[in-house]
C-alpha cells in the first residue's frame, strides 16, 4: 500500500512545478485503480500470437528454511492495460523511455459517450461529443489527459464481446467492431486544446474498423501517447481528476504494460 505523505508530496511536487498549474491532492487519498491485471485472460490485438506467458522458476522452501518465490514473465508490448508510444505510429517521435514524466501525470476529465457507443459498435467519438461535454462541464484546459468511456470496458476480457469477433490472427481484424476516436476529433483535442494524452476503454484509438489508424497517426504525431484498455472508468467523475500514468519503461519501446490510476481532486 501506498504511504499517505510520500504521495502526497509527489503530487504537491507535479502540481508545483508544472504549467498550466494543477491540483495537489491532500489528506486521504482514494486511488481508482484504471489498469486491468496480467494473467492468462490479457487481451492482446489479433495479430499478437504469443499471449502473456508467467513462468514459475523458483517457489517454495529452500534450503535455508525461508519461503523464496521468482517468476519470469513474456509480453507483447501491446496488450492489456498498456500504453502507445508515439514513436507507434510517427517515426522519429518519443519511445517510451523518453515520455517525459509531465506527459503521463496530471489533471483529467472523463468524456462518456457510452449512451451512443454501446448501441453501435463502430461508433466513433466526435468533435461534437467534445464540445457538448464542455458545454455541460466548462472548457477542457490546456495539457489534460482525456479520457473516453464507450462503455466497452464491462465486457472485459470476453474477447468475441470486446473486440467484435472471438477470432485471431489476421482473419480477425477485418472483423473487428468497436468503438473509437475520430480523427477529425483528435486533431481538435491536439490543436484546440494541446491535451498531453488520450485514453480510453477499449482495445485501440482508431475503432475497429479502422484500416489507416489515422487518430494514432494525428495523435503520436503530435508527440500525444494513448492509454488504450482502461479499466473502471465508470467510477470516476467527469472532472476534477488527477492521473499518473506509469508504463514500463522499455527502451526503445513502441508501447509497453501500463499502471494508471485517478484519485479525485474535487
Known sequence: MLKRWPVALLLFFFACTSKPRTHALSGE??????????????LYWPNNTKPFVHTTEAEGITAGGYYYSSY??????????HLDAPIHFAAGKYTVDQIPLSSLTGNAVVIDVSAKALPNRDYRVSKDDILQWEKENGAIGE??????????????PNREKYFGSAKTGPEALPELHFP????????WLVKERKVKAVGLDTPSLDYGQST???????????NVPGFENLA????????????????MKIGKG?????????AKTE
Request: net charge negative; with cysteine; hydrophobic share 40%.
Open 143 to 156: 495539457q489534460t489527459i482525456v479520457l473516453f468511456r464507450t462503455g466497452y470496458g464491462q465486457y472485459y
Open 254 to 262: 513502441s508501447g509497453g504494460p501500463l499502471r494508471i490510476i485517478a
Open 29 to 42: 487519498i482514494n486511488w481508482i485503480d484504471l489498469t486491468y491485471a496480467y494473467d492468462s485472460t490479457t
Open 180 to 187: 473509437g476516436i475520430d480523427p477529425a476529433a483528435a486533431d
Open 212 to 222: 489507416d489508424f489515422k487518430t494514432h497517426q494525428v495523435l503520436m504525431g503530435a
Open 72 to 81: 519470469s514473465i513474456c509480453t507483447p508490448e501491446h496488450g492489456g492495460t
Open 232 to 247: 473502471n472508468l465508470n467510477l470516476l467523475p467527469a472532472k476534477g481528476l488527477y492521473v499518473v500514468a506509469l508504463p
